[in-house]
């Protein structure tokens, strides 16, 4: 089987409150975001998210996006700027190299097949994961909740039964744990801590009992941040003090 899927972002002001989100249908979708990015970036980070969420379906991907930034990096530039120690021809630093860095990594291994479309077309699975990644962005321009969405839920598997580590998502984590009675894991983002000052990010999970992570999120809601975004500024400002 192929997974079929369109990834999308979005920035408002470019760079701006930014989203990004990639979908499948209503039942198997993700979205997220930053206070400040460009579009690329979101454009990016929605195909990781994509490629990680679905990293152990064992099943081909095809991703229809309507960036042709996006398609060409991936599918063309990346060798020579690797080549290039990740230099673009004016001996310039690529931009996103943080993602990019992760996307190469992510695309290893994996069958995947990039389909431009043109946005605003028409295109229903464009247009949804559009419409997603716009609102993620408009949530963090007006410091709202971001609709998430489920994240990924594998084809003839009940939405409640999904696991919460292929959504990324910390509030799914802890409703999970609570049920099954464990601890949570909770996860720091890619990007998700380095849209402003562009330095690389890694992805770091952690265990930990679930009443650290309902107060984690409690905490982040409170701030009006995502999760992810809170946990990852708490391990930054810890290791300063140390």
Known sequence: MTIIAAADGSALGNPGPAG????????CWHAGGWKNATNNRGELMAVLDLLNSTADADEDLKVFCDSQYVINALTKWMPGWKRKGWKKADGMEVLNKDLLELLDAALKGRDVEFEWVKGHSNHAMNEAADDRA????????????????PGYVPAGTPEALAP?????????????????GSASTVAADAGSSSAGDGSATTVVSTRVPTHIADELVARAKARGVHPQEFLAELIGRSLETE
């Open 20 to 27: 990004w989100a990639w979908y499948i249908d209503d039942d």
């Open 134 to 149: 716009r609102a993620a962005a408009t949530a963090y321009q007006k410091g709202t909740a971001v609709p998430e969405g």
């Open 164 to 180: 919460a580590a292929a959504s990324g998502s910390a509030d799914a984590a802890a409703s999970e744990a609570e049920d099954a």
